[in-house]
């Protein structure tokens, strides 16, 4: 006789959470909440232990890569370019 799979069973693996961590300051956010009111650091989606998925931070990115040409410009300029 087969035994019936408990439906219960599948949930496990999905869990839902009604609030997710915030991995920079480590409070609770509500998980349809997509920047934490806390630290105001931007989360992602909450993952299977409960936490918030670090965003990926274009701008600080781009405004890190824009300070090092500025930089090269600037040696450039002052030191190199006759
Ligand atoms: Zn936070």
Do not use: H
């Not at 990115?61 to 600037?74: D, E, K, S, T």
């Amino acid at each position: 006789m087969a035994r019936k799979k408990d439906p219960a069973a599948n949930k496990v693996e999905t869990k839902t959470f009604t609030v997710k961590k915030c991995p920079y300051c480590y409070t609770y956010v509500a998980v349809k909440d997509m920047q934490c009111n806390a630290c105001g650091k931007r989360v992602g989606v909450v993952d299977s232990s409960g936490w918030a998925r670090k965003v990926f931070d274009w701008q600080a990115y781009l405004g890190a890569v824009m300070a090092v040409i500025m930089f090269l410009a600037f040696y450039y300029w002052a030191f190199l370019a006759e």
